[in-house]
């Protein structure tokens, strides 16, 4: 199991006590970074191990590695004094001291009063974990060999980057006093997965710092939504991929799913520029299953060792699941817009939709799987989309009429639509006030459906609802397709609604 390690970033202590506090239920240990503390506050500092009671690391960060020590003119030897200090004043647990710097008088002093030291080395660059893999596992065995802690935060600049740290790790797996982060949010599954490499803990962060540093996490989120603790090296993973991710509501309605059914597990999100290397990342974390998502639904199926029919058929998979034969494409997007649509329009029975008209507003991902479902009960469809050829192929395989998405389509929608499905990306951030079809009027259409999900009605939405037709928002999908992919994951059936 890995611990979480609390940094306390307060400028003064009184303030570091009260971090400890808010969190202790979620933390094992906290790291206090004296640089970050008011001149006036460092001395302090000694005060703080008998006040918390909780294991502490002393680190005092030099603005070469991040931290704020020498900002304002301190020298290395006022440092390398208030270490010494520090140490003889008070029992550290641990003491973080930066692998490219000797600092043997602190080294001496932190062995002679007990504590463990923490080899560190930071790197903002990109240059360590966009390198070639050798380099980094090198390092990793060079200071692990030390016999000490070894730390390496490096930044992450993209999936590739991840990749990397997780190949090092899985090569020095026989290094068992560890911590590996890589930072950024490409890098933030490594803060929550740090059991899968084998890091000692993680390091977490008060609300503060987080808003400056993406892809840091807090204590409460690491427990209370990924259940962090829990994790050891046979828990069930599953995440959701693509790029951006930081909205996406799926950690939270899987997570809570888990959760309630009492199934082990936890599901995490991964931003994802390249969908390739992070199959090879999740290969070497065991993650089993995986939700995708922009951009990634089409290159996935070309990524997988096989796929349903209906993966196929839609050209696109938004699930990836791992087998023995490796990772099969699924589609539960089709699925889910159908059970969400008669759910909306009151129905268990798909005869309600057979041979009536319905027009599909885009071609993408999202209208492939709409368009596929809707031709297999039997509508008559027309789709319209801005790039003409997408909705001539999509119409070709549905059977459909197409058009662009002007109003030269009108003629093909005079006589009476009685469903329309707006499946295009206008009406969600940043393209929120921005209606598909304006120069269309719903007026007479049974049902509008818009794909999109988000806090708020599209515009087109808004419009149909005016216009008296019945509508259903793309929540309703959302959650419907994520029930067939908690299904695909564990075999059980999640609850309705979330
Ligand atoms: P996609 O494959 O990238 O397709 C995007 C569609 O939007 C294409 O038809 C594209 O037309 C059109 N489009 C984009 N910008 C446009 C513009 N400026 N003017 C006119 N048309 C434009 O994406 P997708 O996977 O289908 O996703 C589309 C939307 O559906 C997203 O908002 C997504 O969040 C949502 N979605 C929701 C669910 C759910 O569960 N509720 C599931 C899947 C998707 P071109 O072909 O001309 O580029």
Redesign the pocket.
């Given at each position: 199991m890995s611990a979480i390690c609390l940094i306390l970033n307060s400028p003064d202590i009184e303030g570091a006590i009260l971090q400890v506090e808010e969190n202790r239920q979620y933390i094992n240990l906290a790291e206090l970074r004296v640089d970050l503390l008011k001149p006036s506050e460092r001395t302090r500092a000694a005060e703080l191990p008998e006040k918390v009671q909780i294991p502490l690391i002393l680190t005092i960060r030099l603005a070469e590695d991040g931290g704020r020590w020498g900002i304002n003119g301190e020298s290395e030897a006022e440092r390398i004094n208030l270490f010494l200090a520090l140490l003889n004043s008070a029992p550290w647990s641990f003491v973080d001291i930066e692998g490219n710097h000797p600092l043997t008088e602190v080294r001496r002093a932190a062995e002679a009063v007990g504590a463990k030291i923490i080899r560190s080395v930071h790197d903002f660059s990109d240059n360590l974990l966009s390198g070639p893999v050798p380099v980094l596992t090198d390092l990793i065995s060079r200071l692990g060999a030390e016999g000490n802690i070894l730390k390496i935060a490096a930044n992450c600049a993209d999936s590739a980057a991840l990749l990397n740290l997780a190949r090092a790790a899985a090569a020095t797996k026989f290094l068992d006093k560890k911590i590996l982060i890589a930072m950024g949010e490409y890098g933030s599954p490594s803060r929550i997965l740090s059991q899968r490499h084998g890091s000692l803990w993680t390091y977490a962060t008060s609300l503060r710092e987080m808003k400056s540093q993406p892809g840091q996490l807090q204590p409460k989120t690491l427990e209370k939504l990924y259940r962090f603790r829990k994790i050891d090296k046979s828990t069930p993973l599953f995440a959701v991929v693509g790029n951006p991710i930081a909205h996406s509501k799926s950690p939270v309605i899987h997570n809570r799913w888990l959760q309630d059914l009492d199934v082990e597990g936890t599901y995490i999100p991964i931003r994802t520029d390249n969908l390739a290397g992070t199959l090879e990342t999740c290969d070497i974390w065991d993650i089993s299953g995986l939700s995708v998502?922009?951009?990634h639904?089409?290159v996935a199926l070309t990524l997988a060792d096989s796929a349903s029919n209906l993966a196929q058929k839609t050209g696109?998979a938004?699930t990836l699941i791992k087998t023995s034969g490796g990772w099969r494409a699924e589609n539960t997007?089709a699925e889910?817009?159908l059970q969400s649509l008669k759910e909306g329009m009151g129905t268990s029975s798909e005869e309600t939709l057979f041979g009536r008209k319905a027009l599909i507003i885009?071609?993408?991902?999202?209208?492939?799987?709409v368009a596929h479902v809707l031709c297999n009960v039997g509508m008559k469809l027309t789709i319209l989309?801005?790039?003409i050829d997408?909705a001539r192929t999509l119409a070709e395989e549905c059977k459909a009429e197409w058009g662009p998405?002007d109003k030269k389509a009108l003629p093909k929608l005079a006589s009476g639509i009685f469903l329309a499905v707006q499946?295009?990306?206008?009406?969600?951030p940043p393209?929120e006030r921005?209606d598909?079809i304006p120069w269309w009027n719903p007026v007479g259409c049974s049902f509008v459906y818009d794909?999109?999900?988000g806090s708020s009605e599209t515009p087109f939405l808004r419009r149909a609802q005016v216009a008296g037709c019945q509508t259903i928002s793309?929540?309703a999908?959302?959650k419907a397709?994520a029930r067939l992919q908690f299904q695909l994951f564990t075999g059980i059936v999640p609850p309705s609604p979330v």
């Open positions: 998502t922009i951009p639904k089409e696109s938004n997007d889910g817009f885009g071609a993408g991902g999202a209208a492939r799987a989309n801005r790039s997408k998405l499946t295009t990306s206008l009406g969600m393209n921005i598909p794909v999109i999900y793309g929540l999908m959302f397709q």
